[in-house]
């Protein structure tokens, strides 16, 4: 499958610590409650031996695919980035038109968005109606709740 993704250096090294958690914290405990189980005798009747052993296969699962995200991840190079127009890791202050409600947002890889912290994804059709423009520019997106109309005010660097 090897998808390249796209990661700032704090949502790789996040990744990277959810691979140590799960490889050297939930691992041997899983294989701790497994031999346990194990102890308790019969195996073709035993319950908790069979519920250790499929949450055993879902963590190697997960541990499987955190390895191949990290290994197929980029870093993005925040040096070459053009802070004159909306870009990925953009920090972008909207003015709405219509309510003249200002709000700023952050433009991130898919994996690193958070609307609570106001991170948007890069795929978001807000982010995409950005991506390009420059402070000053009027754009006009189509949500799922109709058309906004914002004003870049302010793309900051991050």
Do not use: C
């Not at 499929?54 to 980035?81: H, T, W």
């Not at 004159?84 to 003015?95: A, D, G, N, P, Q």
């Not at 754009?139 to 793309?155: D, R």
């Amino acid at each position: 499958m090897n998808e390249i993704k796209y990661y700032t250096k704090e949502g790789l090294e996040k990744l990277k610590s959810e691979l140590e958690q799960l490889v050297h914290i939930e691992r041997p405990n899983i294989s701790q409650q497994i031999a346990e189980a194990r102890d308790k005798g019969d195996l073709s009747e035993n319950a908790e031996y069979d519920a250790a052993k499929n949450a055993q296969g879902m963590l190697e699962m997960r541990i499987s695919k955190v390895q191949e995200l990290i290994r197929n991840a980029r870093l993005i190079d925040e040096s070459k980035l053009d802070n004159s127009r909306v870009l990925i890791l953009s920090t972008v202050k909207l003015k709405n038109l219509k309510t003249n409600a200002v709000m700023t947002y952050m433009l991130v890889p898919e994996n690193e968005a958070d609307l609570k912290a106001a991170k948007l994804s890069v795929n978001s059709p807000i982010a995409q109606g950005l991506l390009g423009k420059s402070v000053g520019e009027t754009v006009e997106i189509s949500i799922p709740a109709g058309k906004i109309t914002f004003e870049i005010v302010e793309i900051l660097i991050r």
